[in-house]
């Protein structure tokens, strides 16, 4: 007999984490083809932030996510900062991690 979720469990904790992954794998290339379009007169600086899980936390990062960047404004730096940073969304203090 299958054992039935506890009334404490949420939602998140119901799904497995294959199916977690299947979901976040399709948005991510979904993400990825709407970059693509973008052509080449594009101006602008776009980038994603994603939930990652790290150990048991949830961080939001830039890092490994796509962007786009026009390289005539100075928005490589501002890239570069954001990708060093992963903002702790488990926590409601908001606290900041350099990674």
């Not at 054992?3 to 904790?13: I, R, T």
């Not at 976040?24 to 899980?53: H, M, N, Y």
Request: glycine share 2%.
């Amino acid at each position: 007999m299958a054992d039935s979720p506890s009334s404490s469990s949420s939602p998140a904790d119901l799904l497995s984490d294959t199916l977690l992954e299947n979901f976040q794998t399709v948005v991510e290339e979904k993400i990825r083809r709407t970059f693509d379009i973008l052509d080449d007169s594009f101006i602008g600086f776009i980038q994603f932030w994603a939930p990652v899980k790290i150990g048991p936390r949830w961080l939001l990062t830039a890092s490994d996510q796509p962007f786009r960047i026009d390289y005539e404004k100075n928005t490589k730096r501002y890239r570069l900062h954001c990708v060093k940073y992963k903002y702790d969304i488990d926590d409601v203090t908001n606290k900041v991690e350099d990674e």
